[in-house]
């Protein structure tokens, strides 16, 4: 069984989780309105068993997101629902239907390595007071640094009640930014050049966590990361200045796509 796949898993068995086993929400993370992270999507999985990933909006049609929250659906032959500009997802005005996407050529599940996917929606999100692009950043921040996530993961680790994931409401974690030596001896495992690991400060993740941006705020919201998975407390995003040129080709390519099938 690949590592990947394995640390999915767990994700998904909620009562075998504990302090020292991968977790997968923001979980004990603090509320947050949406107008504070504007970029924020909420992506709906829909398929026979439906389930739901983050994403940020970084062109008016294009989100960026993990890859295995759209091989997931790929698989299951269902669709996905974009929301945006609501601090709990149910209440969005604005909800876009996934078109199109690209996975990163070098996505590795064994690893998660490059786990990155830009999905291309039907129509444009206007952009206003609560939705926003954000840009990417084109240097990564210093060791140490704190850095934020926001999303809608689980939010509760031991309940019996139902928890609807777009009844949610928005969470933020604080995290500082790791060495990659550090991280390696956290998470047990080799990390890739091309990934951050940040430990938390306040808040971790945890289930439908996956494809949360990860964001610097000073001097300016720039996006640095998506959580792929963590591991021992460690939270293991794909760095978005590593794959920042394949980013911008892709969100090109499907804006091509998209003008040659109504062309067509």
């Known amino acids: 069984m690949s590592r990947l796949l394995y640390l999915l ?16 929400l923001i979980y004990k993370g603090y509320n947050v309105g949406i107008h504070q ?6 992506l709906y999985l829909e398929s026979t068993r439906p ?3 983050g994403g940020s909006l970084i062109m008016v049609q294009a989100v960026l997101t993990a890859a295995h929250c759209v091989d997931t659906v790929r698989y299951r032959r269902g669709n996905i629902f974009a929301y945006f500009g609501a601090t709990v997802p149910k209440d969005a005005h604005i909800v876009r239907k996934v078109v199109n996407y690209k996975i990163n050529p070098k996505y590795d599940e064994a690893k998660g390595r490059s786990n990155l996917a830009v999905v291309f929606l039907e129509k ?15 240097k990564n921040p210093l060791v140490g640094t704190d850095v934020f996530s926001v999303g809608w993961g689980k939010q509760r680790l031991d309940s019996k009640l139902p928890d609807f994931s777009k009844f949610r409401t928005l969470k933020a974690t604080k995290q500082k930014i790791m060495s990659r030596t550090e991280c390696e001896k956290y998470a047990g495992f080799k ?3 091309a990934t951050l690991c940040t430990l938390p400060i306040i808040g971790h993740h945890y289930r439908d966590d996956a ?3 990860l964001i610097q705020r000073e001097p300016s919201h720039l996006l640095i990361g998506v959580l792929s998975f963590i591991s021992r407390d460690v939270s293991v995003y794909s760095s978005v200045l ?6 911008i080709k892709t969100c090109r390519d499907l ?5 040659i099938g109504a062309k067509g």
């Open 9 to 24: 898993l767990l994700f998904s068995n909620s009562n075998s989780l504990n302090n020292t086993t991968i977790q997968h």
């Open 37 to 42: 992270y504007s970029y924020a999507v909420y």
């Open 51 to 53: 389930s739901s990933c």
């Open 124 to 138: 444009r999100v206007p952009l206003r007071h609560e939705t926003k692009k954000i840009p990417l950043v084109n």
């Open 191 to 193: 990390i890739s050049a």
């Open 211 to 213: 494809g949360n941006g």
């Open 242 to 247: 590593a794959h920042r040129d394949w980013i």
């Open 255 to 259: 804006y091509v796509q998209s003008c």
